[in-house]
Each structure stands twice: as C-alpha cells, then as structure tokens.
C-alpha cells in the first residue's frame, strides 16, 4: 500500500529553518522523480522543488538558494531544507509521487 506521511512543518518567525520529512512506503523513492509540491491559503497548488532517480535537482525561482532537496535511499526519505524563511512560504507542503500526494504539513511563517 503506497503511503507518503509529510513531518517536520510548524510556526517559526522570518528567517528561521525548518527540514521536512516526507517518510514513503510501498515503493522506493530513489526509483523515481519525487517532488514537494505547497498550497497557501485561498491559492492553487504549487509546484516547489523535485529530485529524479539520478539526482538531479530543480527548484521554482522563489525557493533558489534558500531550500534544499535531498533523499535518503535506506530510509526511504525524501527532506526539504527550509532556511531563510519568510511569510510568503506560508502553505501546506506536500510530498508528490506522480500524481500521489501526502497528507501535507503545515508551514506557517509570521512574526
């Protein structure tokens, strides 16, 4: 049974960091492109970052420099590293196998 279970979200003020987790099961992360996708309030879903098999990443404009994807293959765990955070990166972020997503984890960034 395919399972993604996003962790790690929270209430942090400008600047600060977060690393979230999304924990897979019933497939293999390093198989395939993983993707970390947010939605903020009353907006659409967005695209945020993706790793592929080889390990290529790729990051949306807003996120560049600041956020880091990485995978750990034994665990089975996909990260997004989350520093220099500001208000805009409010949203739920999920983790997104093709067309897959988790449950999400809120990010709330405010002062």
């Known amino acids: 049974q395919v399972q993604l279970v996003e962790s790690g979200g929270g209430l942090v003020q400008p600047g600060e960091s977060l690393r979230l987790s999304c924990t897979a099961s019933?497939?293999?992360?390093?198989?395939?492109?993983m993707k970390w996708v947010r939605q903020a309030p009353g907006k659409g879903l967005e695209w945020v970052s993706q790793?592929?098999?080889?390990?290529?990443?790729r990051y949306t404009d807003s996120v560049k420099g600041r956020f880091t994807i990485s995978r750990d293959d034994a665990k089975n765990i996909v990260y997004l590293q989350m520093n220099s955070l500001k208000p805009e990166d409010t949203a739920r972020y999920h983790c997104?196998?093709?067309?897959?997503r988790g449950q999400g984890t809120q990010v709330t960034v405010s002062s």
């Open positions: 019933g497939f293999r992360v390093s198989g395939y492109t």
């Open positions: 790793i592929s098999v080889s390990g290529d990443t």
């Open positions: 997104q196998w093709g067309n897959f």
